[in-house]
């Protein structure tokens, strides 16, 4: 996968914590990881292709999600992204080896193709089964100051100022490792 599906997946998260009806601007999202505005536009773009983010012109203007955070999966961003094309495209590599017969549709009857296609499917099961949702609560469980630091940093964003996401606080497991070191 490109790294514009984790540019993808990270702007939809943090345009899940802007209070609705605000919008972020291609330069705002991409100063948050000091990532290529350019470039970021055209996975912008993909993604309002694809129905997850809206573009909103004028002023106060730029991009948020079209759909609550609970109906995008994983699987649509990196569809909008990536396209929908296999991980593994058999090429019939079998027909051209010894004892080959050009006849014979491999991708179909090709043990590792089966087991790659039975692999990308089980992928996109999972990806299909999280939502931008599930994400956004594991995230606020783990990391719960995220969201407050995620809003304000856009509100008082500077291109040259990146954001300061709290560390994740102690857990009772972290404590005890602590403790047993």
């Not at 080959?100 to 089966?114: E, F, R, W």
């Not at 990146?162 to 560390?167: A, D, L, M, Q, V």
């Amino acid at each position: 996968m490109s790294e514009g599906v984790e540019w993808a997946l990270h702007t939809c998260l943090n345009l899940s914590w802007v209070p609705e009806g605000e919008a972020k601007t291609t330069a705002q999202v991409a100063a948050f990881y000091d990532l290529p505005p350019a470039y970021l536009n055209k996975q912008l773009q993909a993604l309002v292709r694809a129905g997850i983010l809206t573009s909103v012109s004028g002023p106060r203007g730029g991009f948020r999600l079209a759909r609550e955070p609970d109906d995008v999966s994983l699987l649509d961003v990196v569809v909008a992204i990536e396209g929908r094309t296999e991980a593994f495209a058999c090429a019939n590599l079998l027909a051209e080896g010894p004892g080959g017969d050009p006849s014979v549709d491999y991708a179909v009857t090709c043990i590792l193709s089966q087991a790659m296609s039975r692999a990308d499917l089980a992928w996109r099961r999972e990806l299909a089964s999280r939502t931008l949702g599930d994400i956004r609560r594991d995230v606020e469980q783990a990391y719960p100051g995220t969201p407050e630091a995620t809003r304000d940093w856009f509100a008082n964003a500077r291109p040259a100022r990146r954001p300061t996401i709290p560390e994740r606080p102690a857990t009772e497991n972290t404590i005890q490792n602590t403790e047993r070191s």
